[in-house]
């Protein structure tokens, strides 16, 4: 007998929900999920080999539970005097973003954001029974620190999402929104921070902003500018006491000693990956220039991608560059697509491609 998901006893509220997952094609050119599309230099990923090689001789046993040396790693990388103490990590920036849900949100509780934003921000908050609120963000998918903090004052979240800058929009998000909003909840602020390492090197972050605000979290991620999407480490910073709350909630072992290793091994050579930053950026803003040149509407972006209107149909411009091997995003803002920048080589087949496709 065949079953479907109906049959099942599945809570009320997952019902005929669907679960996160952008499109999967082996093209040559992929840019619809924002990874850093540079492989991972020889000489670090040798380090990382070994360093993961090392580890296997003690994978019989239970790894570190504190992750002690990356929690480290992380801190030092951080800056803006930063220690360990106020790091936590997880499987991926998402896993980071669960706990905090799990330890404040949960059932009976809300969670809010400023949409279009990040789609996991719904989903995990539907996962751990926390209702989703939605706010709204002014022309050109700003936030202003006013209206921002009416409407979180409005709303009374018990969990607040800022992505700065946004996805999938790029967005900047300026740190006096930051302190409007936090002013104006008792509930837990998240500045997910996972494309600051591709904003101008002189634009703040929210990390300046941690001293006396213990509400306060500010998550990151390897998978982007560290070239790290497929070894899924993210982490956040914020007061010990959040950290001690996110330990009430997190699975034992939840990473495992070769993450670890890997991870502690990538942030040995930061150098190194984020010189990769750059030519990304120039990918960036080239390709910016060019979609203007082309007639369409490129929005600012801090981030690895770029988020384009003056699309006719959107539905069918995806499918044409999918037939010629190009594989972008429609998020499904009317009129949009978004494109990451990649190699110089994939931007100018994206580029190209686009060309070819015409004002579909």
């Known amino acids: 007998m065949t079953v479907s998901l109906d049959d099942l006893p599945i809570r009320a509220d997952l019902r005929g929900q669907k679960p996160y997952g952008a499109p999967q094609a082996p093209l040559p050119v992929a840019l619809n999920v924002n990874e850093n599309t540079h492989p991972v230099p020889e000489d670090v990923a040798n380090d990382i ?43 991926g920036s998402n896993e980071v973003l669960q706990h905090v849900l799990q330890a404040f949100a949960g059932p009976g509780r809300t969670a ?48 607040v999402f800022l992505c700065a ?9 300026s740190l006096d929104v930051v302190e409007a909003v936090y002013d104006a909840t008792d509930g837990i602020v998240v500045v997910d921070e996972a494309y600051q390492e591709f904003a101008p090197k002189d634009s703040p972050s929210a990390l300046t902003l941690l001293g006396g605000r213990p509400r306060l979290a500010v998550s990151r991620t390897m998978s982007k500018a560290f070239a ?39 942030l040995r050579h930061a150098d190194t990956m984020l010189a990769m930053v750059d030519e990304i950026i120039l990918q960036r803003d080239r390709m910016g220039a060019t979609l203007e040149a082309l007639g369409y509407q ?14 006719a149909d959107p539905a069918a411009t995806w499918q044409a560059l999918y037939e010629r091997g190009v594989l972008i995003r429609d998020i499904g803002i009317p009129g949009h697509l978004r494109a990451t920048a990649g190699t110089e080589e994939e931007t100018t087949a994206f580029l190209e491609a686009l060309s070819e496709v015409g004002g579909r």
């Open 112 to 159: 809010f954001g400023f949409e279009p934003t990040y789609s996991m921000y719904r989903l995990l908050s539907r996962g751990v029974g926390a209702e989703w609120l939605a706010g709204t963000r002014g022309h050109d998918y700003r936030i202003d620190p006013e209206d921002a903090a009416r409407q979180v004052a409005d709303a009374h979240p018990d969990v």
């Open 49 to 91: 080999s070994d360093a993961i090689a090392q580890a296997l001789r003690d994978v019989n046993r239970y790894p570190d539970r504190e992750f002690t040396e990356l929690r480290e790693s992380f801190a030092q990388y951080l800056g803006h005097g930063v220690d360990s103490s106020q790091i936590w990590a997880g499987n």
């Open 228 to 266: 790290f999407a497929g070894a899924r480490v993210g982490y956040l910073a914020a007061d010990p006491a959040l950290i001690d709350a996110l330990r009430l909630v997190r699975l034992p072992y939840h990473l495992s000693a070769l993450t670890q290793a890997a991870a502690t091994a990538a």
């Open 298 to 311: 490129a929005h600012e972006s801090w981030t690895n991608f770029i988020l384009f209107g003056g699309v």
């Open 165 to 173: 800058p946004n996805n999938p929009t790029g967005t900047p998000l």
